[in-house]
């Protein structure tokens, strides 16, 4: 039950002859962390998340994800990215901020379980950005949501879907492994 990224054989060659850094082959691939001596390497992960959008598309988020693994249920998991508020209207127009809520699930939680970890980011000023940057241990998987909220609100508004960042039970095109 946990994400492994490999490389055909033509393309490892390929990579190795050039002198290049691997490649993940996840539809999001990034390139790889690079190799340590620990055999638990073939079960690290990294690559792009995002872009995701609020439902009105006046707020975005993207970013990086980096999991690196000790053993089969031990890992860290660093997300980076930037939060975006797209919204130009003034707050007396209606404008509002850029809200990304993350969810974490560790291993000890049941697959649809979201109650371990939550992280949310805030960022009101229309055309700016806010960065993005946490950490979290033995996860099994990562989500985010992107939002509008209030300036002065807890009440996230405009929300667009839950969007995986990380997910240790499917394989790198999506299905359950």
Known sequence: MRRSITLGLAAATTVAALGLPALATAANAAPASAASSSHHDDWDYDGWWGTYWSSNHLA????YVDVNYNDEE????HITG??????NRTYGQGGKCAYIKFRVSSWDDDED?????YKSY???????YKNINFWRYDVAQVQAKVCQIGLHSSQPVKCGYWRDIYNAYE???GYDV
């Open 82 to 87: 930037k939060l975006y508020d797209n919204d």
């Open 171 to 173: 394989d790198e095109y």
């Open 74 to 77: 031990s890992n860290r998991v």
């Open 60 to 63: 975005r988020a993207k970013g």
């Open 113 to 117: 379980d979201w109650s371990s970890s």
């Open 122 to 128: 805030k960022y009101c000023g229309a055309g700016g």
